[in-house]
T-cell receptor
Framework: DAGVTQSPTHLIKTRGQHVTLRCSPISGHKSVSWYQQVLGQGPQFIFQYYEKEERGRGNFPDRFSARQFPNYSSELNVNALLLGDSALYLC??????????FGQGTRLTVV | QKEVEQNSGPLSVPEGAIASLNCTYSDRVSQSFFWYRQYSGKSPELIMSIYSNGDKEDGRFTAQLNKASQYVSLLIRDSQPSDSATYLCARANTGKLIFGQGTTLQVKP
């Protein structure tokens, strides 16, 4: 079975631009979460979606938004990019209350 | 106090030795704990989950949970150079994972 897939794998954007990251969960997983990981730190929770509804939001500004589609895939959107948004963005999927599996991540560089 | 704390290391062990990685947490309510391995430039890979007090073994890996003392540990027996990576401890909290900063393990041939 395919794992969690994310696209693109790498991205370079300019300050002030907008970016959309995409994620397809493991088949059968209805919960999708997004995390941001900066160098030297553990991943930080951004959003969780379950059955197309937001179930949790981390301490991130309103420039960050996400949604989940009927097929359980998800998008993370970031507006007005800042240099500090440069990070590895991780999508994860799980069955409710069970182990969480991560995709390969999207490396975002803001210049 | 951080919610999940790990010593950033690096922890250096010789090949074939036991590597012991530790993690403490501040929330007494947490029920689920996870260890992830992350190679440089890659995403975290789940290696162990533990939900109840005591030990859980899977191959060369043993996770230990002590809820009264609020710590979780990971033992890696017969360490191999391929085990060299950052090990992330995480606890589950209402659907999200809270991570420590990770411990870098170096296994020297």
């Amino acid at each position: 079975d395919a794992g969690v897939t994310q696209s693109p794998t790498h991205l370079i954007k300019t300050r002030g631009q907008h970016v959309t990251l995409r994620c397809s969960p493991i088949s059968g997983h209805k919960s999708v979460s997004w995390y941001q990981q900066v160098l030297g730190q553990g991943p930080q929770f951004i959003f969780q979606y379950y059955e197309k509804e937001e179930r949790g939001r981390g301490n991130f500004p309103d420039r960050f938004s996400a949604r989940q589609f009927p097929n359980y895939s998800s998008e993370l959107n970031v507006n007005a990019l800042l240099l500090g948004d440069s990070a590895l963005y991780l999508c994860a999927s799980s069955l409710v209350g069970r182990e969480v599996f991560f995709g390969q991540g999207t490396r975002l560089t803001v210049v | 106090q951080k919610e999940v704390e790990q010593n950033s290391g690096p922890l250096s062990v010789p090949e074939g030795a036991i590597a012991s990685l530790n993690c403490t947490y501040s929330d007494r309510v947490s029920q689920s704990f996870f260890w992830y391995r992350q190679y440089s430039g890659k995403s975290p890979e789940l290696i162990m989950s533990i939900y109840s007090n005591g030990d859980k073994e899977d191959g060369r890996f043993t996770a230990q949970l002590n809820k009264a003392s609020q710590y979780v540990s990971l033992l890696i027996r017969d360490s191999q150079p391929s085990d060299s990576a950052t090990y992330l401890c995480a606890r589950a909290n209402t659907g999200k994972l809270i991570f420590g900063q990770g411990t870098t393990l170096q296994v020297k041939p």
